[in-house]
Every structure is written in C-alpha cells, then in structure tokens.
C-alpha cells in the first residue's frame, strides 16, 4: 500500500524517516520513494502514525495502542521530535487504562500476537500478563471485578445505580470462575504464559484446571462427545475453531494442555481426563502424555462411571471392541497407590457374615466399576480368556464385599464363548467365591447349566449353609422378643397416666413384635427352600452313584470339594428315618430278653 505524504510532518516527528529522506539528493525532481516493509503492524499502523504527524487526534484502544506502541518505536517518534510524541502517548495510556482494565488488558496480549518479537522486547507481553495475572488471582469481590468492568456503578447502600438514580437491583456476586471464559480468546503461547503466570502468584489448581478444561473444550472437539443440549452452542463454536487448526496443532494443545494440568487429585473431573485420553489416541498423541493422562485417571478411578471406561479401541492391530489394556494399566495404577498410601482391608468374611462397611471405600466402588466393566465387555467374542481373568484378578478379595457382579459378569463371558473348556470354565469360575454370592445369585447359579457341576455343588452346599445361618439366626431373635415381653407388662404408671422415660424406651418392643412376625414368615419361606435344596441333593447323589461309583464314589467328591462331613447336609431325611428304625429296633430287643428269662425260670422250677 503507498501513501503520498508530505515530508514536513514526518521529519518533525520521527527519527528514521529523517534519515531516510535525507538520503536522497535535493537535485531530484521527483519525491522520495521510502519503503518500509517491516513496519509493525503494517499498512494500518503507518496510517495511524501518520495521522499523528499530521497532528490528526487518533483514538487509542486496547486492541490498537500495542501495535501503535511497535510503530512508534520503529519510526524513533521519541520526546527529541516533539513533546508528547506518540511513544509517550501509548505509554501512557497502556499504563494509566489499559493495565488497570480487565478487558482492555486482554484485547492487548491479544493485539500481541500481530507483533509479538517487538512486543516481547519493550515487556509489553510481560506486563499484560502480570497485570491478568494478578487480577485473577485476587478476589473480585474485594475491588468489584469484573462488574465495574461492565459499567455498572453501586450506590453507597450496594445497590446498582443508572443513571446516578438507585435501581434498588443488587449487584451479581462474581464467581472464582469469572475469567475463564475470556482467556480463551489467547493463543495456546500467551495462554500457557498466563497460567505459568498464575501459577508462580499462588492460584488455586482447580481454578488453573478449570480454565484449563474450557479451553481444551473450546479447542479439542473429541471432548465434548458426550453434552447436554444446554452446550450445543459452545459445541458448534468448538467445532468451528477446531476445523481451522490442522491434527497437528491439536496434538500439540493437547500435549501443552496436558503438561499445564495440575497433579493433584480431582482438580480435573475423571469425565474430562478421560476425554482428553480418548482424544489422545484419536491424535495419536505422544506416548508420555497418554501415561500420564492413565496415571491421572488412577489416580481418582473411584469417581469414573461406567460410560468413561468403555473407550473404543482406535489400534487396528487389537481385535477387542473396546480398549481393555488401556484400563487394565489405569487399575494396576490405582492398585499401586491404594497399596502406597496404605490402605488397609475394608472388611473380612468370616463364617460367612460380611464385616464392616465398606461400601464407602475407593477400592470397593472401583470394584463394583470394574464388575459393571467386565460385563459389558464380556460379549466380545474377541476378548481372550487371559485378560478377562487378568483383569477380573487385580482387585484383591476384600475390595468385593459380595461378589455377585463378578458372577454376572462371568456368565455373560460364558454364554459367549461357548467353546470354552471344561477345565478352562473351572478355571475362570475360580475368579469367583462361592461364600460371597447373595441367596438370588446363588439361587441363580444353582440352575445355570453353563456353569460346571464342581461350581454348582458349591454353590448349593453355601446356599443351604446360609439359610441355615439364617434361620438359626431368625430363631435366635424369636427367643429374645419372647423373653423380653413381660418386661413390657411390668413398666410402672405415674398417678397422671404418664409413662416415665424408661417406659418410653419399651415402646421399641412393639416395633420389635412386627418385625418378628415378618422375620417368621421368612422362615417359613427358608424352610420351604431347604427342603428344596435338600430333594436336590439327594437326586444328585443318586445320579452320582448310577454313575457306577457308589458310596465310594459319594465320599470320594466330599473330599475333592473339601466338605468335612459326607452326606449330612443334604440327606437330614435319611436322618430322621435311620432314627425311626432305631427306635423300633429297642422293644424287639426286649421281647426277646423277656422271654429267654421265663424260659429259665421254667427250668429252674
């Protein structure tokens, strides 16, 4: 672009367009041609200084004083060309308004990016960022940012004036996350300047993660897979920008976006991280910042869902649907913390009653998690029986209080792999106890013909253990209401009719009483089941011994399965009947001593 200009004006102000005029001879007819081509800012900052020569007043912004400032300082317009020349004018107005605004100081580290070399030398990028820096890490509530950015006046009684008349509205209280929004107009450079920035001055790591996370989404489409329809908006404008930036770009905002992440525990939320690694491996990003987005996500396993583990698998050289390696390294991390930092056993099974509580410990969700997992990745036909087993072996036997979602997820991996072997199905069953399955699992089990038969006669022997527990138990309580009734009549009366406080503690008893006629209609229903059970195990035991091998047969599978007594818990009928024989077997016997004692008293005689 040219300009025809006067050479009067530019002499009196800038120093390098003196010399440059006074280069060409006074004998030419013709003006001067001056080329600048690497003027900061361009054709527009010229025109700008050249106003200002010509002493047109030019109105300075945050978006433009950075790239007049550059100029000035190029043209050498310094105090020697005239008072108040236009390098003490910008310098001026970038302290005394543009630092001291908000926004302005944004429009400005923004406004650097055009001129950044020149910017970085006269430390206008350096003051930006400390004046951002420490705005965001003060309280706004403390100097009214952001709200006096928006013009918005307060009446000594606090509320918001218009037009100096009281509104009687009160002003908004500014959140800690006021400013997130507005970083994210940076460049990924000025932006990772501002959070370093930020993070020497002390800031909160959720609020760096915070800002952090709308960045990325603003930027890195992969991560907002899963929104609302309230973020639809955001969703588009994301896609937008992203579509601009080739693969490459991204990869490197998600490796820096990474690397700015703080390492403590839940500042980022486990949705997000998990967005970023899946993003990752769409990128193809480098292999420290996938190990450490994994470590992350270990890090706080506990507050995954089941949506965020099941990643797709992105490896073509994997046949499994989804990406179990990448989980399998994500828990054998939390595994290692948890063993790290010393976390004890949550709870002991011990004569098959569960101890303690621990459906509030990180390593007892992540189990119930990882059991949701294996049953939703157990249908895959390509998932190999090592990584099921692997995977279903890392938690050790306290992390499941119960371990019915492992048998869940066991007999969906059984119905779809059918060629699985006889010892391959033991081996896999073997994952499970058979002691911690609940009385519908068990029921369950003991009818699933997929399992083996080792399987079901244990889960039969523990299902009629505990509802014998349960009905002793039951019993138990049954005899205790029983004794403490007469308590209930024997509680003294005041002359008023009121019930001392002792009283009152009696009146649980009645609540007692209902619960103890229910508890029996469950027992009924228990017994009802253990004779069930028990008519299964005697046609099990005469199959067994159709088989050829009879009693030693019987007694040689009690041993195998471990049980101390051979057939008592499933033949209490025979029992019953062997006692019966025994009793009529007593009075022949006497009979036949009665009549043996006349026949020698006969011969006597």
């Given at each position: 672009?040219?300009?025809?200009?006067?050479?009067?004006?530019?002499?009196?102000?800038?120093?390098?367009?003196?010399?440059?005029?006074?280069?060409?001879?006074?004998?030419?007819?013709?003006?001067?041609?001056?080329?600048?081509?690497?003027?900061?800012?361009?054709?527009?900052?010229?025109?700008?200084?050249?106003?200002?020569?010509?002493?047109?007043?030019?109105?300075?912004?945050?978006?433009?004083?950075?790239?007049?400032?550059?100029?000035?300082?190029?043209?050498?317009?310094?105090?020697?060309?005239?008072?108040?020349?236009?390098?003490?004018?910008?310098e001026i107005f970038l302290n005394q308004v543009v630092l001291r605004s908000w926004?302005?100081?944004?429009?400005?580290?923004?406004?650097?990016?055009?001129?950044?070399?020149?910017?970085?030398?006269?430390?206008?990028?350096?003051?930006?960022?400390?004046?951002?820096?420490?705005?965001?890490?003060?309280?706004?509530?403390?100097?009214?940012?952001?709200?006096?950015?928006?013009?918005?006046?307060?009446?000594?009684?606090?509320?918001?004036?218009?037009?100096?008349?009281?509104?009687?509205?009160?002003?908004?209280?500014?959140?800690?996350?006021?400013?997130?929004?507005?970083?994210?107009?940076?460049?990924?450079?000025?932006?990772?300047?501002?959070?370093?920035?930020?993070?020497?001055?002390?800031?909160?790591?959720?609020?760096?993660?915070?800002?952090?996370?709308?960045?990325?989404?603003?930027?890195?489409?992969?991560?907002?897979?899963?929104?609302?329809?309230?973020?639809?908006?955001?969703?588009?404008?994301?896609?937008?920008?992203?579509?601009?930036?080739?693969?490459?770009?991204?990869?490197?905002?998600?490796?820096?976006?990474?690397?700015?992440?703080?390492?403590?525990?839940?500042?980022?939320?486990?949705?997000?991280?998990?967005?970023?690694?899946?993003?990752?491996?769409?990128?193809?990003?480098?292999?420290?910042?996938?190990?450490?987005?994994?470590?992350?996500?270990?890090?706080?396993?506990?507050?995954?869902?089941?949506?965020?583990?099941?990643?797709?698998?992105?490896?073509?050289?994997?046949?499994?649907?989804?990406?179990?390696?990448?989980?399998?390294?994500?828990?054998?991390?939390?595994?290692?913390?948890?063993?790290?930092?010393?976390?004890?056993?949550?709870?002991?099974?011990?004569?098959?009653?569960?101890?303690?509580?621990?459906?509030?410990?990180?390593?007892?969700?992540?189990?119930?998690?990882?059991?949701?997992?294996?049953?939703?990745?157990?249908?895959?036909?390509?998932?190999?029986?090592?990584?099921?087993?692997?995977?279903?072996?890392?938690?050790?036997?306290?992390?499941?209080?119960?371990?019915?979602?492992?048998?869940?997820?066991?007999?969906?991996?059984?119905?779809?792999?059918?060629?699985?072997?006889?010892?391959?199905?033991?081996?896999?069953?073997?994952?499970?106890?058979?002691?911690?399955?609940?009385?519908?699992?068990?029921?369950?089990?003991?009818?699933?013909?997929?399992?083996?038969?080792?399987?079901?006669?244990?889960?039969?022997?523990?299902?009629?253990?505990?509802?014998?527990?349960?009905?002793?138990?039951?019993?138990?309580?049954?005899?205790?209401?029983?004794?403490?009734?007469?308590?209930?009549?024997?509680?003294?009366?005041?002359?008023?009719?009121?019930?001392?406080?002792?009283?009152?503690?009696?009146?649980?008893?009645?609540?007692?009483?209902?619960?103890?006629q229910v508890l029996k209609v469950g027992m009924d229903n228990m017994r009802l089941r253990v004779s069930e059970l028990e008519k299964e195990?005697?046609?099990?035991?005469?199959?067994?011994?159709?088989?050829?091998?009879?009693?030693?047969?019987?007694?040689?599978?009690?041993?195998?399965?471990?049980?101390?007594?051979?057939?008592?818990?499933?033949?209490?009928?025979?029992?019953?009947?062997?006692?019966?024989?025994?009793?009529?077997?007593?009075?022949?016997?006497?009979?036949?001593?009665?009549?043996?004692?006349?026949?020698?008293?006969?011969?006597?005689?």
């Amino acid at each position: 672009m040219s300009f025809h200009l006067h050479k009067f004006p530019l002499l009196s102000r800038s120093g390098r367009l003196e010399r440059l005029i006074e280069e060409f001879s006074d004998d030419e007819e013709e003006g001067c041609v001056i080329q600048l081509h690497d003027i900061p800012g361009g054709p527009n900052a010229f025109e700008l200084a050249a106003k200002f020569c010509y002493g047109v007043k030019v109105e300075l912004t945050g978006t433009n004083v950075v790239i007049l400032r550059c100029a000035a300082e190029y043209l050498e317009m310094t105090e020697e060309y005239g008072e108040g020349n236009l390098i003490s004018q910008t310098e001026i107005f970038l302290n005394q308004v543009v630092l001291r605004s908000w926004k302005d100081s944004i429009k400005a580290l923004q406004s650097c990016e055009v001129v950044l070399p020149r910017a970085e030398a006269l430390q206008i990028v350096k003051r930006c960022v400390d004046s951002l820096a420490v705005k965001a890490c003060t309280d706004p509530k403390l100097f009214g940012w952001p709200m006096m950015e928006h013009g918005s006046m307060q009446s000594p009684g606090g509320s918001v004036l218009w037009n100096g008349i009281s509104t009687g509205a009160r002003p908004k209280n500014a959140s800690s996350d006021w400013w997130y929004e507005d970083v994210t107009v940076l460049s990924l450079q000025l932006y990772k300047r501002l959070i370093s920035a930020m993070e020497t001055r002390g800031i909160k790591p959720e609020y760096i993660a915070g800002s952090l996370t709308l960045y990325a989404k603003r930027y890195l489409p992969g991560i907002n897979r899963r929104q609302g329809t309230q973020e639809n908006s955001s969703r588009f404008l994301s896609l937008s920008l992203a579509s601009a930036s080739s693969e490459d770009d991204q990869r490197l905002l998600l490796e820096a976006i990474e690397s700015l992440l703080p390492m403590q525990k839940g500042v980022a939320s486990t949705r997000f991280l998990f967005g970023l690694l899946r993003t990752a491996m769409i990128l193809n990003a480098s292999p420290d910042c996938k190990g450490n987005l994994e470590k992350r996500i270990g890090m706080q396993l506990d507050q995954a869902t089941l949506e965020d583990l099941l990643m797709p698998n992105y490896s073509y050289a994997v046949e499994t649907l989804y990406d179990v390696d990448c989980i399998q390294r994500i828990l054998d991390h939390f595994l290692f913390l948890d063993q790290t930092t010393g976390g004890a056993s949550p709870c002991s099974v011990d004569d098959g009653q569960l101890i303690g509580s621990p459906s509030l410990t990180p390593i007892t969700m992540v189990a119930k998690l990882m059991d949701s997992y294996l049953a939703e990745v157990a249908p895959d036909v390509n998932l190999k029986l090592p990584k099921f087993q692997s995977l279903a072996a890392a938690l050790p036997d306290y992390a499941r209080p119960l371990d019915d979602g492992l048998y869940r997820a066991i007999d969906i991996y059984l119905k779809a792999h059918p060629w699985l072997t006889d010892s391959e199905k033991e081996q896999l069953c073997r994952l499970m106890d058979c002691q911690k399955l609940s009385l519908e699992a068990c029921t369950h089990a003991a009818q699933n013909e997929r399992l083996p038969l080792r399987v079901v006669v244990q889960v039969l022997f523990f299902e009629q253990l505990q509802l014998r527990t349960s009905i002793a138990g039951c019993f138990l309580v049954s005899d205790n209401l029983d004794t403490s009734r007469p308590m209930r009549h024997s509680i003294p009366v005041s002359n008023e009719g009121a019930m001392p406080p002792s009283a009152l503690r009696g009146e649980g008893w009645v609540n007692a009483v209902r619960e103890n006629q229910v508890l029996k209609v469950g027992m009924d229903n228990m017994r009802l089941r253990v004779s069930e059970l028990e008519k299964e195990c005697t046609n099990m035991r005469q199959e067994i011994e159709k088989l050829g091998k009879g009693k030693s047969g019987w007694s040689s599978v009690s041993k195998k399965f471990g049980f101390r007594f051979k057939s008592q818990f499933c033949s209490t009928q025979e029992g019953a009947i062997n006692s019966q024989n025994h009793g009529t077997k007593e009075p022949d016997q006497l009979k036949l001593r009665q009549s043996r004692h006349k026949e020698n008293s006969s011969s006597s005689d």
